[in-house]
C-alpha cells in the first residue's frame, strides 16, 4: 500500500502573529486618537467662544432675548445688556452614571433639589428635565466636570443689568421669554428687538453719573430721617429730558423674584401727592401773567388769617403785616397766596394747572403713571387752597415739568427718558409769556438767599427753588403727625438749565435736621448737595462773581435795620 504525504501551507508563527495583531491595534489607536484630537480642538474653539462672550458681555444671536439691543445712558453707559447663559438640563434615559452615584454631586452643586428628588429625576426615564434656567459659566463648568454625557447645556441669553439697583424703575426688567414687563423695557420692546437695529444701542436721556450722586444722597437722607420712602429727578429745562429719576425703596432688576411689591412702585410718576406751598411761585405766575398783579410792590393784608366758609387760611410763620408778591414767597404766605387766587377767581386758576398739565398722568414715555387727584369742584375755598397746594394731587415729575416751564422762557414741554438730539426738543406750548418766566426767577432765586429755602444755596450756583412742606393726606384726612417735604430747585438761575426736586415721605426730625421735619431742613439740603456734586458733571461750574440779576427785585424785601445791607 503506497501512502502519500501531503504538505500543507506553512503557517505563521505564533510570535508573528502576536506582532500584526499589535500593529493593527497600535494603528487603530492611532485613528481614534487622531479623531479625538480633532474633537477636543472644535470643544475648546467653541469654549473659548463661550467664555469670551460671557467675558465680554456681548449680545448673542439665539432664542428667546436673541438680539435685544442694549439700552445705554446719553454717554454710552450700558444700563442693560443679553449675554448668554446655558441651562442646565439632563437626559434621564440617557445615563451612563448611576442615579445614586450622580444624584448627591447634582444636589451639593445645584441645592435648590434635594438629593431625594434629584434621585427620582434621574429614575424617571424622562427623555429632558430641565435642573436650572439662566446658569452662570462657572456652574456650568462645576456640572459638566461631573463627566456625565447625559447633562445638558443649551444657551440661553439673559438680561443683565450691570448697574444693579441704578435707574431700576426707569429701565424695568423683563420676563423669562424677553418681554418687556415694566419701564423703559416694556416702553421699547419691539424697538428693541428690532432685528433692523443688528445690535445697535438704544440711549436714554438718563446720565448714571448724576443718577447715581442723586440716588446716595437721597438714600443717606431716607435712612438718617427714618423716612418711610424718597424721590429725586433732575429735568433739562430746555429740552424736558431726565437726567435723573431716582424712587426709593428701590430692587434689583437681576432679581425681580426677591423683591418687596412695594419697592417695584416708582413713585416720582405712579405716586401722587399734596405738595403745599411748592404751588405758590405757580399761583404767582399765574397772577402775573394774567394781569391780576401788575405791581410786585402791591402789598396785602397779611396780619390776621382768611376764613373762606368752614375753613381759616393762616400763616405757619406769620409775620403779622401786610407783604408784597416778592415778600410772600419769600416768607411763604398761604394767606397772600389765597387772597390772590381769590382775584384769579376758579377759571383761570384751573385753566393754568390744566395748561401744565395737573389734569392728565404725568407726560413722559412710561406706562407706570398716577392719575392725578383733580379737585370735583372748583368753588371759592377749593381755588384759594388748590393755590398752595392743598385739594390737589400730583406726581413729582408733574411738578419738574411745571417748574421747568416757568424759568425757562414760558414753555411747557412734555418730559423724556429719550435722549434728545440738539435742536430736536418737542415744541411745548406756551403757559406764561417770557417776561414773566424772568420774572419769577427772580423771585425763585429771592426765596434761596433770603427765604425758606436758605440752606439749599449752594456758592456759585446761583440757586433759585421753593420749599413746600404739607400734612401728609391719608385715610380721607391729613395726618398731622406725618408730612410731605419737598424742595424744588433750579439752577443757575442767570441762565436756568437744571430743575432738581427731591421729597420725602413722612420724616423724622434727626440731629443733622436740628429735630425739624420740614422742606427747609430735610429735602433742601439734598438738593444742595446733588447740585454741589452733578454741577460740574453737566458742564456748570461755580462762579462766585456771577450772580442772578435779581437788582429790580431784592430792594422790595423788608429787612430790619440791623439786617439791611
Same mark, same amino acid.
Given at each position: 500500500m503506497t501512502s502519500a504525504v501531503v504538505r500543507p501551507h506553512s503557517l505563521p508563527k505564533a510570535d508573528q502573529r502576536r506582532d500584526d495583531i499589535v500593529t493593527a491595534h497600535q494603528r487603530l489607536m492611532s485613528i481614534l486618537l487622531m479623531a479625538a484630537l480633532g474633537v477636543l480642538a472644535v470643544c475648546v474653539q467653541l469654549t473659548a467662544q463661550t467664555l469670551a462672550v460671557w467675558a465680554a458681555g456681548a449680545p448673542v444671536? !439665539? %432664542?428667546? =432675548?436673541?438680539?435685544? &439691543?442694549?439700552?445705554?445712558?446719553?454717554?454710552?453707559? !450700558?444700563?442693560?445688556?443679553?449675554?448668554?447663559?446655558?441651562? !442646565?438640563?439632563?437626559?434621564?434615559?440617557? =445615563?451612563? %452614571?448611576? +442615579?445614586?452615584?450622580?444624584? +448627591?454631586?447634582? &444636589?451639593? =452643586?445645584? +441645592?435648590?433639589?434635594?438629593?431625594?428628588?434629584? =434621585?427620582?429625576?434621574?429614575? %424617571?426615564?424622562?427623555?429632558?428635565?430641565?435642573?436650572?434656567?439662566? &446658569?452662570? +459659566?462657572e456652574l456650568v463648568a462645576q456640572v459638566n466636570a461631573l463627566g456625565e454625557p447625559a447633562m445638558s447645556y443649551d444657551p440661553e441669553p439673559e438680561r443683565l443689568y450691570p448697574q444693579i439697583t441704578l435707574a431700576a424703575h426707569v429701565l424695568g426688567y423683563t420676563d423669562l421669554d424677553g418681554r418687556g414687563i415694566m419701564g423703559m423695557e416694556r416702553v421699547l420692546d419691539r424697538q428693541l428687538r428690532d432685528p433692523v437695529l443688528k445690535g445697535a444701542a438704544v440711549a436714554l436721556s438718563l446720565d448714571m453719573r448724576v443718577q447715581a450722586a442723586m440716588e446716595s444722597e437721597l438714600s443717606a437722607a431716607m435712612s438718617d430721617l427714618q423716612a418711610v420712602g424718597a424721590t429725586g429727578l433732575v429735568l433739562d429745562v430746555r429740552t424736558g429730558e431726565v437726567i435723573s429719576m431716582v424712587s426709593l425703596p428701590v430692587f434689583n432688576p437681576n432679581n425681580v423674584g426677591q423683591a418687596n411689591p412695594e419697592s417695584l412702585r416708582n413713585n416720582v410718576t405712579q405716586s401722587v401727592y399734596e405738595l403745599g406751598s411748592i404751588f405758590k411761585p405757580l399761583t404767582m405766575a399765574n397772577a402775573i401773567n394774567s394781569g391780576v398783579v401788575t405791581n410786585l410792590g402791591r402789598r396785602y393784608d397779611a396780619t390776621e388769617p382768611v376764613k373762606v366758609g368752614p375753613f381759616t387760611i393762616k400763616d405757619d410763620h406769620p409775620q403779622n403785616r401786610w407783604l408784597n408778591v416778592p415778600e410772600a414767597l419769600v416768607h411763604s404766605s398761604n394767606i397772600v397766596t389765597a387772597k390772590i387766587a381769590d382775584e384769579l377767581g376758579r377759571e383761570r386758576s384751573e385753566a393754568f394747572f390744566t395748561q401744565l398739565g395737573f389734569r392728565e398722568p404725568a407726560h413722559v414715555e412710561l406706562k407706570e403713571r398716577g392719575r392725578t387727584l383733580w379737585p370735583e369742584s372748583w368753588g371759592r375755598a377749593t381755588t384759594m387752597t388748590a393755590a398752595y397746594g392743598h385739594g390737589i394731587a400730583v406726581s413729582p415729575l408733574h411738578l419738574a415739568s411745571a417748574y421747568a416751564a416757568i424759568v425757562n422762557g414760558g414753555i411747557w414741554r412734555p418730559a423724556t427718558l429719550m435722549k434728545v438730539e440738539k435742536g430736536k426738543a418737542a415744541q411745548g406750548r406756551r403757559v406764561i409769556s417770557a417776561a414773566t418766566s424772568a420774572t419769577m426767577s427772580k423771585m425763585l432765586r429771592l426765596i434761596v438767599t433770603d427765604g425758606t429755602g436758605r440752606i439749599a444755596n449752594v456758592p456759585g450756583y446761583r440757586v433759585g427753588g421753593k420749599t413746600g412742606t404739607a400734612e401728609k393726606s391719608e385715610g380721607g384726612g391729613y395726618n398731622k403727625h406725618a408730612n410731605v417735604s419737598t424742595f424744588v430747585g433750579v439752577f443757575p438761575m442767570d441762565a436756568p438749565r437744571y430743575v432738581v426736586v427731591a421729597m420725602l415721605d413722612s420724616p423724622k426730625g434727626s440731629a443733622t435736621s436740628f429735630g425739624q421735619t420740614t422742606a427747609a431742613y430735610t429735602a433742601a439740603p439734598v438738593v444742595a448737595k446733588v447740585i454741589a456734586r452733578t454741577g460740574p458733571m453737566l458742564g456748570i461750574y461755580p462762579d462766585q462773581s456771577i450772580e442772578a440779576p435779581i437788582g429790580d427785585v431784592a430792594p422790595l424785601l423788608w429787612k430790619p435795620k440791623g439786617e439791611r445791607g
Open positions: 444671536a !439665539v %432664542s428667546g =432675548l436673541s438680539g435685544r &439691543a442694549d439700552i445705554v445712558d446719553r454717554n454710552g453707559q !450700558v444700563l442693560a445688556r443679553t449675554i448668554e447663559a446655558r441651562t !442646565v438640563g439632563v437626559h434621564p434615559n440617557k =445615563l451612563l %452614571s448611576t +442615579p445614586q452615584e450622580l444624584a +448627591p454631586k447634582l &444636589a451639593a =452643586l445645584m +441645592p435648590e433639589r434635594t438629593e431625594a428628588q434629584y =434621585l427620582a429625576i434621574l429614575k %424617571s426615564g424622562k427623555p429632558f428635565v430641565y435642573l436650572r434656567r439662566r &446658569a452662570l +459659566p
